[in-house]
């Protein structure tokens, strides 16, 4: 059957029916140029948003303090939360609670060295917000578990800070005076997705200690252990018994303490991605099915076109068979190459998309937040889908073919 | 060669059946030029598809070279078709988007002959019918009677015992037919087997037997010797038409 004459005579065929075959070809290349066209745009989309949760750990959590708003055990409303040291403890016992790190807010402080001088942000904080907040440290070393023993007096600073006070000199190992205390410079860091890096990070316990902070502290970062919306639910009702049981409020009063679950909104998102991309999939696959029926459509035309020549090579001695093989290889030659082609225009437009999505992206790297990246498609789905393609136009063709093939010569000679 | 008992055929037309042979007893030899004449719709054609392997028949028997042709696959009887019969239409039956010589080499092509060998043959058959310059030629830039003669070489190039044309002189003008008639001739000559099915008497008169059908039987053979009576006959009729 895969003689050199078969194909031949395919190609003849071909080519003397150009019209017919141009219109097979295109719908099947337009089918899959849309299939891939869309998935690569529905994975664009949810890339570019996935890696924007990426700023910070996706499990991230942040618990704040507040005023109550419910009345409980005979203390009024409005009564201040306020965090000490103890509160990390209760908290990071909380089963499912992964790193955990206090904070404790200075509000703006005056960062000099040598003659230059600016007003920062000062994040104390304790190893563990290195992960909570997905920080890159460019130079040095973070803040680790020593320098909260030992409450020593190192920062951490952010690249604009450094580029601000310390132009083209090495900052490590030197000593900056913040709000008068001069402190050691041990790292620099940046945060991903964002073009501010004006943020310097000091041991918890230093800071509290220097600055007057006694216990307090004003805020928890942490991270946690959830996969699923139910999960990481419980986890925080879990928090929110355990600081009220210590603070004495209702775990219902959502003014007692604020909490923000990143996780829990993460995971909603996806849903909604999963959504858009299962709805994607429908329309893609609407698309393969309109390209199928279109194969089928014309591979029924061109049977009924053919009969009357299948009868005369019926009669001039064709078997059966060799007449199903000539017009299934004829039509999986043609879905074959087409498919082929709507795929590599397909993919090639994706691609060069990202291409030029990449080259604009250079100047402005981190610029916050891109909601489209990366559109491009597996290309296993985009080579399947081509097969199933195939497959479909082979079958619609096999059974109009196999029907002429079994059609008497005599009929399909009369047929006009 | 060919032996036909008690032939019956008909046909479904919906509800009804239409009796379209009603039990045909023929006998040709190897050899012989028959013409199968007869009014429209008295089984001419169905007679001569039957012969072809084309259609198949309800009951009788039929034998090809001592082989009894009945129930056979498609297969087959594509493969005895091939060997055996060659076919010439009314309408020719080219295909429109092959050239003659392609045309002609087709049935050497489900022969399992090379393209290269059975081009070179299909051109000998076109220059024995004074084709050869037209070998490129696609049938649509062709005459009536070239295309006839492309199909005729096609049913030639795969050396059948027997030749069945249906009305191969129908879409011609009289120069054409009897150019025609000229080769089926030569190719009877030969030794093949040329069975003709027309409904014009010069044409039948140019061969060796006429079988006349009436109503699906066989009404009467006119062999070599009474030809002569029936060219009076058929002049006679021309007088009284």
Same mark, same amino acid.
């Given at each position: 059957?895969?003689?050199?004459?078969?194909?031949? @005579?395919?190609?003849? &065929?071909?080519?003397?029916?150009?019209?017919?075959? *141009?219109?097979?070809?295109?719908?099947?290349?337009?089918?899959?140029?849309?299939?891939? !066209?869309?998935?690569?745009?529905?994975?664009?989309?949810?890339?570019?948003?996935?890696?924007?949760?990426?700023?910070?750990?996706?499990?991230?959590?942040?618990?704040?303090?507040?005023?109550?708003?419910?009345?409980?055990?005979?203390?009024?409303?409005?009564?201040? #939360?306020?965090?000490?040291?103890?509160?990390?403890?209760?908290?990071?016992?909380?089963?499912?609670?992964?790193?955990?790190?206090?904070?404790?807010?200075?509000?703006?402080?005056?960062?000099?060295?040598?003659?230059?001088?600016? @007003?920062?942000?000062?994040?104390?904080?304790?190893?563990?917000?290195?992960?909570?907040?997905? +920080?890159? +440290?460019?130079?040095?070393? *973070?803040?680790?578990?020593?320098?909260?023993?030992?409450?020593?007096?190192?920062?951490? !600073?952010?690249?604009? #800070?450094?580029?601000? +006070?310390?132009?083209?000199?090495?900052?490590?190992?030197?000593?900056? $005076? #913040? $709000?008068?205390?001069?402190?050691?410079?041990?790292?620099?860091?940046?945060?991903?997705?964002?073009?501010?890096?004006?943020?310097?990070?000091?041991?918890?316990?230093?800071?509290?200690?220097?600055?007057?902070?006694?216990?307090?502290?004003?805020?928890?970062? +942490?991270?946690?252990?959830?996969?699923?919306?139910?999960?990481?639910?419980?986890?925080?009702?879990?928090?929110?018994?355990?600081?009220?049981?210590?603070?004495?409020?209702?775990?219902?009063?959502?003014?007692?303490?604020?909490?923000?679950?990143?996780?829990?909104?993460?995971?909603? &998102?996806?849903?909604?991605?999963?959504?858009?991309?299962?709805?994607?999939?429908?329309?893609?696959?609407?698309?393969?099915?309109?390209?199928?029926?279109?194969?089928?459509?014309?591979?029924?035309?061109?049977?009924?076109?053919?009969?009357?020549?299948?009868? #005369?090579?019926?009669?001039?001695?064709?078997?059966?068979?060799?007449?199903?093989?000539?017009?299934?290889? @004829?039509?999986?030659?043609?879905?074959?190459?087409?498919?082929?082609?709507?795929?590599?225009?397909?993919?090639?437009?994706?691609?060069?998309?990202?291409?030029?999505?990449?080259?604009?992206?250079?100047?402005?790297?981190?610029?916050?937040?891109?909601?489209?990246?990366?559109?491009?498609?597996?290309?296993?789905?985009?080579?399947?889908?081509?097969?199933?393609?195939?497959?479909?136009?082979?079958?619609?063709?096999?059974?109009?073919?196999?029907?002429?093939?079994?059609?008497?010569?005599?009929?399909?000679?009369?047929? @006009? | 060669?060919?032996?036909?008992?008690?032939?019956?055929?008909? =046909?479904?037309?919906?509800?009804?059946?239409?009796?379209?042979?009603?039990?045909?007893?023929?006998?040709?030899?190897?050899?012989?030029?028959?013409?199968?004449?007869?009014?429209?719709?008295?089984?001419?054609?169905? %007679? %001569?598809?039957?012969?072809?392997?084309?259609?198949?028949?309800?009951?009788?028997?039929?034998?090809?070279?001592?082989?009894?042709?009945?129930?056979?696959?498609?297969?087959?009887?594509?493969?005895?078709?091939?060997?055996?019969?060659?076919?010439?239409?009314?309408?020719?039956?080219?295909?429109?988007?092959?050239?003659?010589?392609?045309? /002609?080499?087709?049935? %050497?092509?489900?022969?399992?002959?090379?393209?290269?060998?059975?081009? %070179?043959?299909?051109?000998?058959?076109?220059?024995?019918?004074?084709?050869?310059?037209?070998?490129?030629?696609?049938?649509?830039?062709?005459?009536?009677?070239?295309?006839?003669? /492309?199909?005729?070489?096609?049913?030639?190039?795969?050396?059948?015992?027997?030749?069945?044309?249906?009305?191969?002189?129908?879409?011609?003008?009289?120069?054409?037919? =009897?150019?025609?008639?000229?080769?089926?001739?030569?190719?009877?000559?030969?030794?093949?087997? /040329?069975?003709?099915?027309?409904?014009?008497?010069?044409?039948?008169?140019?061969?060796?037997?006429?079988?006349?059908?009436?109503?699906?039987?066989?009404?009467?053979?006119?062999?070599?010797?009474?030809?002569?009576?029936?060219?009076?006959?058929?002049?006679?009729?021309?007088?009284?038409?």
């Amino acid at each position: 059957m895969f003689d050199i004459d078969i194909w031949q @005579e395919i190609l003849a &065929t071909i080519k003397k029916n150009k019209m017919r075959t *141009f219109l097979t070809g295109f719908s099947v290349a337009w089918g899959i140029f849309m299939l891939m !066209i869309l998935l690569g745009s529905g994975n664009g989309l949810s890339n570019g948003v996935a890696a924007n949760f990426m700023n910070d750990a996706v499990n991230a959590m942040w618990i704040w303090n507040g005023e109550t708003t419910i009345a409980y055990e005979g203390m009024k409303t409005g009564r201040p #939360i306020s965090f000490q040291n103890q509160d990390q403890d209760i908290v990071s016992k909380v089963s499912g609670v992964g790193a955990s790190s206090g904070r404790y807010f200075m509000g703006n402080t005056r960062y000099s060295y040598g003659k230059e001088s600016g @007003e920062y942000t000062t994040i104390t904080c304790q190893p563990a917000l290195r992960d909570v907040e997905n +920080l890159i +440290l460019n130079e040095g070393r *973070f803040i680790n578990q020593i320098d909260i023993l030992q409450n020593r007096k190192i920062v951490v !600073i952010g690249t604009d #800070i450094k580029t601000a +006070l310390f132009k083209d000199s090495t900052a490590l190992g030197e000593y900056v $005076n #913040i $709000n008068m205390v001069p402190f050691k410079v041990v790292g620099i860091c940046s945060e991903p997705g964002s073009t501010r890096n004006r943020n310097a990070y000091m041991p918890l316990s230093t800071a509290q200690m220097i600055f007057n902070g006694s216990n307090k502290i004003h805020n928890l970062a +942490l991270t946690i252990n959830a996969s699923t919306l139910e999960e990481s639910q419980a986890i925080e009702e879990q928090i929110r018994t355990a600081l009220g049981k210590k603070h004495k409020f209702d775990p219902k009063d959502e003014g007692a303490i604020g909490l923000y679950n990143k996780l829990e909104n993460y995971i909603q &998102t996806m849903k909604i991605f999963q959504a858009i991309k299962i709805f994607i999939w429908i329309i893609g696959i609407g698309t393969l099915i309109a390209g199928i029926v279109g194969v089928s459509n014309i591979m029924l035309i061109v049977v009924k076109e053919r009969t009357k020549e299948i009868g #005369i090579r019926k009669a001039i001695g064709a078997s059966p068979s060799s007449v199903i093989g000539l017009i299934l290889l @004829e039509s999986i030659m043609i879905t074959t190459i087409a498919g082929y082609i709507g795929l590599v225009l397909g993919t090639g437009l994706m691609e060069m998309i990202n291409y030029f999505m990449m080259q604009s992206a250079v100047p402005a790297t981190d610029q916050s937040e891109t909601i489209f990246m990366n559109p491009t498609v597996d290309i296993n789905i985009a080579v399947y889908s081509t097969l199933l393609l195939i497959i479909a136009g082979a079958f619609a063709g096999y059974i109009p073919a196999k029907r002429a093939a079994s059609i008497k010569p005599i009929v399909a000679l009369r047929d @006009e | 060669m060919i032996r036909l008992n008690n032939i019956h055929k008909s =046909y479904e037309m919906g509800s009804s059946s239409l009796h379209v042979l009603k039990g045909i007893d023929l006998h040709i030899e190897q050899g012989d030029f028959v013409s199968i004449m007869g009014s429209s719709g008295s089984g001419k054609s169905t %007679l %001569l598809n039957i012969l072809g392997m084309l259609d198949n028949y309800d009951n009788g028997t039929y034998h090809l070279s001592g082989n009894l042709i009945a129930n056979m696959s498609e297969k087959k009887a594509a493969k005895l078709r091939n060997e055996m019969v060659g076919f010439v239409f009314q309408s020719f039956n080219l295909i429109s988007f092959k050239n003659a010589m392609e045309n /002609v080499a087709l049935p %050497l092509y489900y022969k399992g002959v090379p393209r290269k060998k059975r081009n %070179l043959i299909a051109l000998e058959y076109l220059d024995k019918l004074g084709l050869k310059e037209w070998a490129n030629h696609m049938p649509n830039e062709m005459s009536g009677g070239q295309k006839q003669r /492309v199909a005729i070489a096609r049913a030639l190039i795969s050396q059948p015992k027997i030749i069945l044309a249906d009305e191969p002189t129908g879409a011609l003008d009289s120069a054409n037919s =009897y150019e025609v008639m000229d080769i089926l001739r030569e190719i009877n000559d030969d030794g093949i087997t /040329v069975i003709i099915v027309t409904h014009e008497h010069d044409i039948a008169a140019m061969t060796s037997q006429i079988i006349r059908l009436n109503d699906g039987r066989i009404h009467e053979i006119i062999r070599n010797g009474e030809l002569k009576q029936f060219q009076k006959e058929y002049i006679h009729g021309l007088e009284t038409a």
